[in-house]
């Protein structure tokens, strides 16, 4: 996938186009990311040990990776990746601007 955990995305579509936030986590089999702060959705919660009241909980929901960009550390405008070699390590470069993201 082209965004990890920790990185500033910017949604491209959907209802929450335009905000931006990090990926708390990141599902590569499902191809799903979890951005904080973008696409809240309501949980409903049973009371357990932890939380004895339960109730309605807000929380981020699931995106598809294809809904979201990198934000290019120098301009801060949503780029693509590209991926190249250096020093024998394989790092992210945002297309934009050439600046490595890793």
Not at 61 to 80: I, M, Q
């Given at each position: ?29 499902t ?61 992210r ?10």
């Amino acid at each position: 996938m082209h965004v990890r955990k920790g990185d500033t995305v910017m949604v491209l579509s959907g209802k929450n186009k335009g905000q931006t936030g990090t990926v708390l986590f990141a599902l590569p089999e499902t191809q799903k990311v979890v951005v904080d702060g973008v696409n809240i959705v309501k949980k409903h919660v049973k009371p357990s040990a932890s939380n004895t009241a339960g109730g309605i909980e807000e929380r981020p929901g699931a995106l598809h990776a294809s809904k979201v960009a990198l934000v290019d550390p120098e301009t801060g405008k949503p780029t693509r990746v590209r991926k190249q070699i250096q020093d024998g390590k394989k790092v992210r470069v945002a297309t934009g601007s050439g600046k490595v993201i890793d």
